[in-house]
């Protein structure tokens, strides 16, 4: 078991790919007992690698480690004064067991379209250190995914470090519709969040990966009049392409995510909502 | 503690601390493991089996349909569904070869290397439409079961009625989600054959097994494990399995268990049957019912199982607890190529009472009537009859107890309350609606005369008494009302009485533990046998306490080695007369009552539904024990909440699709209001302790008070469950609140 994060990334390049990285286990093991593809892996154990553990601040940045946990977040006081995303985002993952025991960095290698985690980092534009055996390499958190559990990671990398820049947020707003209240799966995700460097739409179970929608960011820099919920679905049909699956419609993902923008932006913005009809 | 304080659960610590040694507990000697390989395909012919060679199949025990010792055949109603597929598949995930291995792993690795390929022969998935040619593989038109009851002359009332309101409803499939898995071991025992395992009606499983291996009940012994949970899915399915596990252990010569995953439970196991219920009723201009036109169609699924008596409770329940003069229902259960569905809670009422309590507030906006007025008016009083013909006589105030949920739920108020809040909100919208409906209690008809339920007490030499039943306890309670039922019987301390665990080698068959007869029908077993126990002793009726403890303690002084049992045999109650032909009479012994009352509120932003407030009020007979019976109400009523908010079995080629936890959605604590229960109580002669039927009422309110409510909120018509978000925008999407 390796200590140490270059142990564990020469682990991961003499396996050539074979062994796979596990944190809390609760993606890669949910299905344990009855998969024997789950079985067959082989895994490589972090628990032994302190180096990944904690989260820190900085003037300008606050890093976690990737096993830091999602109640770790949700315990930090000044995670809640400053970047409420992450804390309201670690609040709806699963219940309490899965918040004790998953890891943002988990959340975000496993990269299912769903993820509740990487939804919140991406608005507040995460980036991400990866370490291989020939150093660490900086990516975007909006640029990392490629496609349906496809990103810019190679096998003999880790996940190191996530940075988040310490901003002055005027809003951040984080809606997560799921089926029931707790233990859900994302139907339909959305985070907001408006600084000095703009405004940050991200989306999950909207698209195969998590996604930023740039079109619907333009409209509201550009502050276009939205009188009713559907003037949003052009940009939201040019910046996501959500499906029918077993847990909801496109139709459906696409009509609330409509409303959800329009009711939250509505109280902040004097474009968005009935009042702008003078204009 | 003395009799007259409820005894605490008798299992309650056992399983709170978690010592309670469910099937998948038990340690047992040299248990291999088993498990199934299923069809890929929903229809056709088998052509062959193909063994890979992933896996070293001399250590594997392989069984298939010729090492059946008797007939291919489950035997419960009909005879149609084979004990593993021979030749012909009629849906997916039907068992056709079981493995048995010491590592259970290594069963899923041989099971991924059976492939069992199929000559496709055309499905049929859709129960409403009607059968083309070659879907057609019972009788000449799929139809399993069709069954009629008629009272008057309802053409003529429609034709003369004031108005005539028609609808059709539809209610979706329901899993029973019980927390243990169905499992079940088996070996082999000298010359008998011992199964034991998670199931509800030990008897049933004993009648599969005689026939299907071919041996009378000396050589077969069916043992209950402490079991999770049941609502009906184990009533018929682990008839299938202990043969399964019977015949490898056979085989294998060795004790085999099987425990379905999650996954292969929720797939290959029974749920309740899908519905649609349409109504065509003639009405008064002030909201009398003159006339129900009802047909009610369900689906079957690939077998027959229970769907027969489903469509029966469900047709019978139809009409509701209303005084109407003329009734016609009609009912048919179609086969698909689905999973076939089988008992759940409710057992055909729910979904048809969905639809009757819907249809009524249907009629009642129409005329312009509250719904509280439209079901005041039409009530059964008693001296009126139902549509059976059967006259309800039982001095229960049916309107006192809808007055009395009005009341206490606030009703009217929150009507106002609700007027104004709508007004005034932007995209959150309220409103309140109810349901009045009953549940018969026990078997169907003639079905407890055919049981002949038998029940035994045993006198023990130190004077204390051991209940002898196969009625099984499943996390209901079954066995504290059992204690508390013989020791008030016979003024006896709760510590002088057990419970025997079920075993066929011990316990007489006192009927299957379903259909809401237990506490009512077996019961009162129990109480009349405690009386013969104690004419055995040569007691007086009066006799308790101390007095039976020294005259069981004596005839054991005179009756050395010798075995002291009062003994009780099913009597029906003399009132009962019911004729099976014409579907006329006296369906029930007795009927529980109920008014449910749902408070909803809904977010026109994301559709999304949530029940405010629940009362559920009811008139259950004698409630022997508040606490299991507050338990059971509320259980039904969150049980009912999933099935009509939440829970969706989406089926593909008629199997299920999201059968994970994960993607199949109950509700957790968060999602459920504080539901208030309320009791009125008018004993049943005839029942235990004076107690009717109280397990499967429950889930017949919630859904259609929920739906009723959500028309209040938004003044629309929903007529279908589940009424997910993604449903409900259709009916609302142009709402331009928001
Ligand atoms: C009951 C339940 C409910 C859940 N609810 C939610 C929910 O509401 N929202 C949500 O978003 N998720 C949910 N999840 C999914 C899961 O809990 C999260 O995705 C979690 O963040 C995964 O973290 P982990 O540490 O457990 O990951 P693991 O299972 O250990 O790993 C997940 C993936 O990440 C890789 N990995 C982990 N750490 C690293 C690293 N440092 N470098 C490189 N690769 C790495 C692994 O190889 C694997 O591919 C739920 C899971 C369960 C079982």
């Given amino acids: ?52 553990c904690g989260h820190t601040w900085t003037d300008d940045e606050l ?30 993952v699963g219940a309490i067991q899965i918040q004790t025991r998953g890891t943002w960095g988990g959340n975000i290698v496993n990269a299912s379209p769903a993820a509740d985690g990487v939804l919140a980092l991406m608005a507040l534009d995460a ?32 996940l190191t470090r996530i940075r988040i820049p310490r901003r ?101 913005c004097p474009w968005v909502g009935a009042k702008s009809k003078s204009e | 503690m003395c009799a007259d304080q409820p005894p605490l659960r008798t299992e309650g610590l056992s399983k709170l601390t978690g010592a309670e040694r469910f099937v998948d507990d038990l340690a047992i000697e040299g248990c291999l493991w088993g498990m199934t390989a299923r069809s890929p395909l929903p229809r056709g012919k088998i052509r062959e089996i193909r063994y890979g060679n992933g896996v070293d199949w001399s250590e594997f025990v392989v069984v298939d349909h010729n090492d059946i010792p008797g007939p291919n055949q489950i035997r419960l109603l009909e005879l149609d569904q084979p004990v593993l597929a021979s030749d012909q598949i009629r849906h997916i995930h039907e068992a056709v070869v079981l493995v048995a291995h010491p590592s259970r792993e290594m069963c899923r690795r041989a099971v991924d290397q059976i492939e069992i390929i199929i000559d496709p022969e055309p499905g049929i998935f859709d129960f409403r439409v009607t059968p083309r040619e070659d879907q057609i ?11 009629g009851i008629c009272k008057g002359d309802v053409e003529a009332a429609l034709a003369s009625a004031d108005h005539v309101i028609e609808g059709v409803y ?11 898995n169905q499992g079940m071991a088996a070996w082999v025992d000298g010359d008998v054959i011992v199964v034991q395992g998670s199931m509800q009606c030990p008897y049933y499983v004993l009648n599969s097994l005689t026939h299907a291996l071919d041996r009378d009940e000396s050589k077969i012994r069916v043992v209950q494990a402490p079991t999770g949970g049941g609502f009906g899915g184990k009533e018929d399915y682990p008839s299938n399995l202990a043969i399964h596990a019977a015949l490898l252990a056979m085989k294998a010569k060795q004790p085999v268990k099987i425990i379905y995953d999650r996954s292969e439970d929720m797939a290959a196991t029974t749920k309740r049957h899908p519905a649609r219920v349409r109504h065509r009723t003639g009405v008064t201009s002030d909201g009398r019912l003159v006339a129900q036109d009802i047909e009610m169609v369900i689906d079957a699924g690939a077998y027959i199982t229970l769907s027969p008596v489903v469509l029966s409770r469900g047709i019978i329940h139809a009409g509701g607890p209303y005084a109407c003069d003329n009734v016609r229902i009609s009912g048919r259960a179609m086969l698909t190529n689905s999973v076939p569905y089988g008992a759940f809670r409710g057992f055909g009422a729910p979904q048809s009472l969905f639809a009757l309590e819907r249809h009524l507030d249907v009629i009642a906006r129409q005329l312009g009537i509250d719904p509280v007025e439209i079901r005041r008016r039409n009530l059964v009083r008693d001296g009126q009859s139902t549509a059976t013909g059967q006259v309800i006589n039982d001095g229960t105030d049916r309107i006192e107890l809808l007055e009395l949920a009005v009341a206490q739920s606030g009703y009217t108020q929150k009507q106002a309350a609700h007027t104004e809040f709508n007004a005034s909100s932007q995209f959150m919208r309220r409103g309140i609606g109810l349901a009045t409906f009953f549940h018969g209690g026990g078997f169907t008809g003639s079905g ?51 419970v025997a665990t079920p075993d066929t080698f011990r316990v007489p068959n006192s009927g299957p533990t379903v259909a809401s007869r237990t506490a009512m029908v077996v019961g009162r077993l129990i109480e009349r046998a405690c009386d013969d126990l104690r004419k055995q002793c040569g007691l007086k009726d009066d006799a308790r306490g101390e007095s039976v403890r020294h005259a069981i303690r004596q005839w054991h002084v005179t009756h050395p080695g010798e075995t002291l049992l009062g003994r009780a045999q099913y009597e029906r109650p003399p009132h009962v007369q019911w004729d099976e032909k014409t579907y006329k009479g006296d369906a029930y012994g007795t009927f529980a009552w109920g008014t449910y009352v749902a408070e909803v509120e809904i977010d026109l932003r994301t ?17 022997l024990n508040e606490t299991l019976a507050t338990g059971q109400i509320q259980g039904g009523v969150v049980q009912g909440i999933g099935w009509a908010l939440l829970e969706e079995c989406v089926m593909e080629q008629g199997a299920f699709k999201n059968c994970q936890l994960t993607n199949y959605i109950i509700p957790t604590a968060q999602d459920v209001p504080t539901i208030h229960v309320t009791f009125l109580e008018n004993p049943y002669e005839h029942g235990g302790g004076g107690s009717k039927g109280i397990g499967e009422l429950p889930m017949d309110g919630p859904a259609p008070a929920i739906l009723n409510a959500i028309a209040d909120a938004l003044g629309i018509e929903p007529n279908r469950i589940p009424l997910t978000p993604e449903r409900l925008m259709e009916h609302v999407l142009d709402d331009h609140a928001c």
């Fill in chain 2, 137 to 147: 593989q019972h009788g000449t038109d799929n139809v399993l079961s069709d069954l």
């Fill in chain 1, 1 to 52: 078991m390796p200590t140490s994060v270059s142990e564990a990334v020469s682990m991961l390049d003499t396996s050539r790919g074979k062994a796979l990285p596990i944190a809390g286990g609760t993606d890669l093991l949910a299905y344990w007992p009855e998969r024997l593809d789950a079985r067959d892996k082989t895994y490589l154990d972090l628990s032994g690698v302190d180096e990944l």
């Fill in chain 2, 170 to 180: 539809e209610t979706g499939a329901q899993e029973h989600v019980y927390i243990e």
């Fill in chain 2, 448 to 498: 407890e005369d055919y049981l002949k339920s038998k029940l035994h007490v045993l006198g023990k030499p130190d004077g204390s008494i051991e209940i002898l039943a196969a009625s099984t306890e499943m996390g209901q309670g079954a066995q504290t009302i059992f204690i508390s039922l013989a020791s008030n019987r016979l003024g006896l301390e709760h510590s002088d009485v057990v």
């Fill in chain 1, 63 to 92: 890093i976690m480690r990737a096993r830091t946990t999602f109640w770790e977040i949700v315990c930090d006081q000044r995670a809640t004064a400053e970047m409420r995303l992450l804390v309201e985002a670690a609040r709806t």
């Fill in chain 2, 607 to 623: 559709y999304q539904c949530r029940v405010l407030d629940f009362h559920a009020v009811q008139e259950v007979g004698t409630v």
């Fill in chain 1, 127 to 158: 980036t991400l250190e990866l370490t291989g055996v020939e150093g660490t390499e900086e990516v975007q958190l909006d640029e990392f995914y490629l496609g349906y559990k496809q990103m810019k990671r190679r096998e003999d990398q880790l």
């Fill in chain 1, 168 to 268: 002055a947020y005027t809003f951040q707003s984080f809606t997560k519709i799921g089926t029931r209240k707790a233990q859900a799966i994302t139907k339909v995700g959305l985070a907001i969040a408006k600084s000095d460097s703009g405004w940050r739409i991200a989306a999950n179970s909207m698209a195969p990966t998590v996604k930023r929608c740039p079109d619907l960011e333009r409209m509201l820099e550009d502050e276009t009049p939205i009188r009713n919920p559907t003037d949003f679905l052009p940009a939201i049909r040019a910046d996501v392409s959500p499906i029918d699956d077993i847990r909801s419609t496109a139709a459906y993902r696409e009509h609330v995510m409509a409303r959800v923008l329009f009711h939250e932006l509505a109280p902040l």
